[in-house]
């Protein structure tokens, strides 16, 4: 959602209230919850607006603007908190590291970001990534670009912090001289901890991300370098890099872009007036005639810059690099045009999984799934979460109902109570006769069969990641234990099953004692937990299950499960060795 010119001058005027601004309205309190997603949109950090001003009094006092800033607050707090340990790792080991996306606006950690963008030298990055999997990360390589590296930290299934490491500061290619950045960088006064780009660099970095990466303007970039304009810049320097990686038209119609969408907010610029005449100068024709007509319209925020007119000078800027061969141009621009088809693409390439996760009712299966899907979720990539116990369709129910009144009584047998405990003695009762036995144990694996496994293939076709919420695995367990026959899930039906459903890449059996599972979930029959657990431990190891402590916390096996899931997906074949001891039972 777009943020209207009187809006944006309001967020003007809050970003810098010593500034006149050009026609501003005035500012009610219900216009509150719409200026705070303004700036979350755009994004403005709220941490930063210490503003003492009447004027905005409606705004920061207001209930929705106190709530978003403390949940901003507590963000920084979490992924700052995360990020100095990686530092000062990397400061041990003699890694000097630069937060690119940071311009020293108080405070200086770039929390507005979606991921924290590092910059380290390429002899350095080797040791750099080994320190972040020591730390506890993981690398996303679904998501990975030549020279940038994301990594991502997880606690209860939610990534509490993202690093994207960067060899050098591009996208698709090259922009600025990677040592100069890290030569140069400062540590900003509000937090010496950090290391930031100088002036020359954060300018630089700021606009050709908006316009090439992003391809739009958001009021947040047009902050940052109106900051940056307060210092003294070596404009020389400035052009000299751009001349020299190939986006010096770039550059210059990003002064001029920038320079009018200031004029909007505040009737004037705060560029040396020869730095935009000599962009506005020397910008090629056609881009001058595009950002004429785009500028004589009233902007909105974010500034969205024409996909047609960025690409036009993404190429161009490939085209005069001065740091690259022929054919590395050539490969950049070929990897460049891909990805952007790939991101169109209907459908995403992905390889397929399967994990499932086998227990007891009150062992946490669900919850650790739906902890797993979140994570999931959040490295982007695909997942089902599909839920298997055989006999749970409409048909068995009905064929049940319809056999019911046929079967067996006995003197105090209930067979109408409700009860998991009355359910689980009338069955295992009538289960004593050979015909009724056979007949429920292929009418449940074949309605296993039927209602599980032409989900889960499809998924796996799909190159999806399937995490199941029970497998054929507790539905042979609950059989042989409701007849307390563990010959059951060993009999040539059973046998049928699991060479039909597909093997799991992982398969978790979570481990509680009965009286740990009855106490979690009270409606459930203790003779029977511990007939299903001594026939889990019986089975577990020629099933190739990998035992698992859930008597422990939750959060704890939550994410213990989620960076082995995630490691393995991302390095199979060898993260199982790695981690498998933690996760003994």
């Known amino acids: 959602m777009s943020t209207d010119l009187s809006t944006a001058r309001l967020l003007a005027h809050l970003l810098m209230p010593t500034r006149e601004v050009k026609e501003l309205c005035s500012l009610k309190p219900e216009r509150a919850p719409a200026l705070v997603r303004a700036c979350q949109r755009n994004k403005i ?7 003492r001003d009447p004027f905005f009094t409606p705004l920061l006092s207001s209930e929705v603007f106190q709530r978003a ?80 590296f994301l990594f991502r930290k997880f606690h209860e299934g939610t990534s509490v912090s993202a690093i994207h490491l960067h060899e050098f500061v591009g996208w698709g290619t090259g922009f600025l001289d990677d040592r100069v950045v890290l030569a140069k960088a400062r540590r900003p006064e509000d937090d010496p901890d950090l290391l930031i780009p100088s002036a020359e660099e954060g300018l630089l970095i700021t606009m050709a991300h908006a316009f090439y990466e992003d391809k739009e303007v958001k009021l947040g970039d047009l902050w940052k370098v109106v900051h940056l304009l307060r210092e003294e810049l070596d404009w020389e320097r400035i052009f000299q890099q751009a001349e020299r990686w190939g986006w010096r038209e770039g550059l210059e119609a990003s002064i001029w872009l920038w320079a009018e969408l200031e004029r909007w907010l505040y009737g004037e610029h705060s560029f040396p007036k020869e730095v935009v005449a000599r962009a506005r100068r020397e910008v090629p024709g056609w881009s001058r005639r595009c950002l004429d007509e785009r500028l004589s319209a009233q902007p909105s925020f974010p500034w969205r810059i024409g996909f047609f007119f960025s690409k036009r000078h993404y190429y161009a800027k490939i085209w005069r690099d001065k740091t690259i061969s022929w054919g590395q141009k050539a490969l950049d621009a070929l990897r460049h045009s891909w990805a952007g088809v790939e991101r169109r693409l209907p459908f995403r390439w992905q390889r397929p999984m399967l994990i499932s996760l086998s227990g007891v009712d009150g062992s946490g299966k669900t919850s650790l799934v739906q902890g797993l899907r979140g994570a999931l979720q959040e490295c982007d990539l695909a997942a089902e979460v599909i839920w298997c116990r055989g006999a749970s369709s409409p048909l068995t129910d009905a064929l049940i109902r319809l056999v019911k009144p046929l079967l067996p009584r006995r003197q105090g047998l209930d067979v109408q109570g409700g009860s998991r405990e009355a359910k689980v003695i009338r069955k295992s009762f009538w289960l004593q006769h050979p015909l009724l036995r056979w007949g429920w144990i292929l009418l449940t694996l074949a309605d296993a069969f039927l209602t599980c496994w032409p989900k889960i293939c499809w998924a796996l076709l799909r190159g999806r990641i399937v995490l199941a919420d029970r497998y054929i695995y507790d539905v042979l367990v609950e059989l ?86 995630l490691i393995s997906y991302y390095a199979p074949g060898e993260a199982l060795q790695d981690v498998a001891e933690p996760m003994e039972g």
């Not at 002899?123 to 990360?137: C, K, S, T, V």
């Not at 597909?502 to 459930?524: G, N, W």
């Open 45 to 51: 950090p709220l941490l930063s607006l210490a503003v």
């Open 69 to 148: 800033r403390e949940e901003e607050r507590q963000r920084w707090v979490a992924w700052r908190e995360e990020y100095l340990q990686v530092s000062h790792a990397w400061a041990q080991a003699g890694i000097r590291a630069v937060l690119i996306k940071s311009v020293g606006i108080a405070p200086s950690f770039p929390y507005r970001s979606d991921n924290i963008d590092v910059l380290v030298s390429l002899e350095d990055a080797p040791l750099a990534r080994e320190i972040l999997l020591d730390e506890g990360y993981v690398e996303l390589k679904n998501v990975e670009e030549p020279h940038k």
């Open 480 to 565: 042989a234990a409701l007849v307390d026959r563990v010959q059951v899930a060993e009999s040539w039906p059973a046998k049928l099953a699991l060479w039909l459903f597909p093997q799991p890449h992982i398969a978790y059996l979570l481990d509680v004692s009965p009286e740990e599972a009855l106490a979690r979930k009270p409606e459930e029959y203790l003779p029977f937990l511990e007939r299903q657990v001594f026939v889990y431990h019986r089975l577990a190891v020629p099933w190739d299950m990998r035992l698992v402590n859930a008597e422990e916390e939750l959060v704890e096996v939550q994410d213990r499960l989620t960076h082995e899931v």
